[in-house]
């Protein structure tokens, strides 16, 4: 089975520039989120989806950041205008929607983006 | 809002000794789903163990944990530490009644020495 992809592995802008950062769940997984990891800290929820549904957007930046998942498989986040602060490692996780059992996250390998 | 507390943040031990790193969790959600994630230098978090369970000891790869709902604590332990296990590990929580949303402790690096 395949596990979660993510891309590209690293990125470096300019502050302004914009990024966008590719995620593709493992098959059948109708949960998807991103989170992010600045250095020694831990993942931070940034967005989280349920098929093409956005269930939790609260932590996301929405002047300048986005999140899609048109057909509720492979996602997208945007930074339209990066800051030094946006300095981080970008997680996408994907699990199964359960009821009655703690489902497990999957972690990709992450998109490391440094902002100058 | 939904919260996950790890009070250390560098525990350094010697090889062979035993490792407890805390966790306690605030929710208003009764039935609250408890994570220890494990990170190796440049990899992505993997899940160790999890539990719902109330007073139930969890075991995963010589790691054990169990949930007190009483205490609002999932502490993690190992009774002979190994170099190997030198990582970073974060407590994690979720709740189907919260929607599943995932919240994560700002994690312990963990650091076995010889």
């Known amino acids: 089975e395949a596990g979660v992809t993510q891309s590209p592995r690293y990125a470096v802008l300019q502050e302004g520039q914009a990024v966008s950062f590719w995620c593709d769940p493992i098959?059948?997984?109708?949960?998807l989120y991103w989170y992010q990891q600045p250095r020694d800290q831990g993942p931070q929820l940034l967005v989280y989806?349920?098929?093409?549904?956005?269930?939790?957007n609260s932590q996301l930046p929405s002047d300048r950041f986005s999140a899609v998942r048109p057909k509720g498989t492979n996602s997208t986040l945007k930074i339209q205008s990066a800051k030094q602060g946006d300095t981080a490692t970008y997680l996408c996780?994907?699990?199964?929607?359960?009821?009655?059992?703690?489902?497990?996250?999957?972690f990709g390998s992450g998109t490391r983006l440094t902002v100058l | 809002g939904d919260s996950v507390t790890q009070t250390e943040g560098l525990v350094t031990l010697t090889e062979g000794l035993p490792v407890m790193l805390n966790c306690t969790y605030q929710?208003?959600?009764?039935?609250?789903?408890l994570f220890w994630y494990v990170q190796h230098l440049n990899e992505s978090p993997r899940l160790l163990l999890k539990?719902?369970?109330?007073?139930k000891r969890t075991e995963h790869q010589g790691f054990h944990a169990t949930l007190h709902k009483s205490s609002s604590s999932f502490h993690l332990q190992k009774s002979s530490a190994q170099l190997s296990d030198s990582a970073l590990y974060y407590c994690?929580?979720?709740?189907?009644?919260?929607?599943?949303?995932?919240?994560f402790g700002k994690g312990t690096h963990l650091h076995v020495l010889p």
């Open positions: 996780a994907s699990s199964r929607w359960g009821a009655r059992s703690a489902e497990t996250l999957y």
């Open positions: 098959s059948g997984h109708d949960t």
């Open positions: 989806f349920r098929d093409e549904a956005v269930i939790d």
């Open positions: 929710t208003i959600y009764s039935n609250p789903f």
């Open positions: 539990s719902f369970t109330d007073n």
């Open positions: 994690a929580l979720t709740s189907h009644t919260n929607a599943y949303k995932v919240i």
